[in-house]
């Protein structure tokens, strides 16, 4: 049994990326017994795949695939121990993630991933690239993660994906895939340039319906620009998508996030900045002239800032983006005033002896009191 270090921790280190580095291995002549008997826990389900519970290390068993249907399951595989190196390397997506290192440090490059490095090329390894539908999101990825190195895509591989596009097999993704893709995008700094990729080749509409006619423009607007900033996380670089699409179309875009959420089942957290910039933006984009008490009681009151004060700084957090110099004196008044709204509790009308929707409003007049007072 030999065991080789494959992929992705080769090419970054080759690139110059920090460590650490996510370790995947390659186990050729090996069986389910031998990692059984290292006690690694089988995680693939169509395909033997272990992690090593101790550095939490992938190890596959070198295997073969066959197309037998559509999308991204539709394969047969074959790991007996028989399958080389390089035949498990000519299933991989692109040469720059078909280089192996075996024990001693040597690097197994048969597909000419070192070239594509030093040439600054995404590159398929064979003609089987296109036969999983999958890959288009994978090289879009790859094009947002390494763009600033200059990468970019060969030609010959623009054709495959044309013909995966054009195929229709990209409506077979499940949205988990899909999901699972878009957020480890989301961690690259220049994300947009995935969106930009997708939409050159013509499928940001097949992957994501609810962002269809949107084009490369759009995601050339400044508050990508200042997403791309590396202190950004994951969720503000998926909410200023919707930013820009607030401003650009003027209008509600609740509909668009819950869609999106439905059809890619992210994760609650993504929606939440969104769905506060929704309820609260167009009243935020009132000429300061409008700032009244009451307006910005509301702004307070729509961002849900009482119980959650966060929330105030999570919108500041993406507004910010946008470079608006006007809104610098509207942050100033809503942090005043929510800290002195804040200083009014149910403690403050406990006397008074008022029942049921009664104290709700005695609150309100009093906090409004209160802004009024700060400014």
């Known amino acids: 049994m030999q065991i080789y270090l494959v992929g992705g921790a080769i090419r970054d280190r080759l690139l110059g990326f920090p460590p650490p580095n996510e370790n995947d291995w390659v186990v050729v002549n090996g069986t389910p017994e031998d990692l059984d008997s290292r006690v690694y826990k089988k995680v693939g389900k169509s395909f033997p795949v272990y992690i090593n519970p101790h550095t939490g290390d992938e190890y596959a068993l070198a295997r073969k695939e066959s197309k037998t249907g559509v999308g991204y399951h539709g394969f047969d595989f074959d790991a007996n121990p028989n399958i080389t190196l390089e035949e498990d390397l000519a299933r991989r997506d692109l040469t720059i993630n078909a280089i192996a290192e075996d024990e001693n440090g040597l690097l197994i490059d048969p597909y000419k991933g070192q070239e594509d490095l030093d040439n600054r090329k995404l590159r398929h390894v064979s003609l089987a690239f296109k036969e999983d539908p999958l890959r288009v999101l994978r090289i879009a990825r790859f094009k947002a993660k390494l763009h600033n190195l200059g990468f970019t895509i060969a030609e010959d591989t623009y054709s495959l994906i044309t013909e995966i ?178 200083t009014i509790q149910i403690s403050n009308i406990e006397e008074e002896g008022l029942q049921g929707s009664d104290i709700g409003l005695k609150l309100r007049e009093l906090r409004l009191n209160k802004i009024q007072e700060s400014l």
């Not at 699972?180 to 930009?196: C, G, M, N, V």
């Not at 509409?205 to 950004?232: C, H, R, T, W």
């Not at 959420?261 to 939440?272: G, H, L, R, V």
């Not at 009451?294 to 919108?315: F, G, S, V």
Request: charge should be negative.
């Open 165 to 342: 596009v054009e195929s229709g097999e990209l409506l077979a993704l499940v949205p988990e895939r899909i999901w699972l893709e878009t957020e480890k995008t989301l961690k690259h700094s220049r994300f947009d340039q995935y969106f930009k990729t997708l939409i050159k080749i013509n499928a940001l509409d097949q992957i994501y319906p609810d962002l269809a006619g949107l084009q490369k423009d759009f995601f050339s607007n400044i508050i990508f620009q200042q997403a791309s900033q590396e202190m950004v996380s994951t969720k503000y670089r998926f909410a200023v998508i919707f930013y820009a699409l607030l401003k650009e179309k003027n209008s509600d875009i609740k509909e668009i996030i819950e869609s999106m959420q439905k059809s890619m089942n992210f994760p609650n957290s993504y929606k939440e900045i969104p769905l506060l910039l929704n309820n609260s933006f167009s009243l935020i984009d009132k000429d300061i002239s409008k700032f009244t008490p009451e307006h910005i009681l509301t702004i307070i009151e729509k961002l849900n800032a009482l119980k959650k004060p966060e929330n105030l700084q999570a919108i500041f957090q993406l507004i910010d983006m946008d470079l608006d110099k006007n809104f610098n004196d509207k942050k100033e008044l809503l942090e005043k005033s929510l800290t002195s709204a804040l």
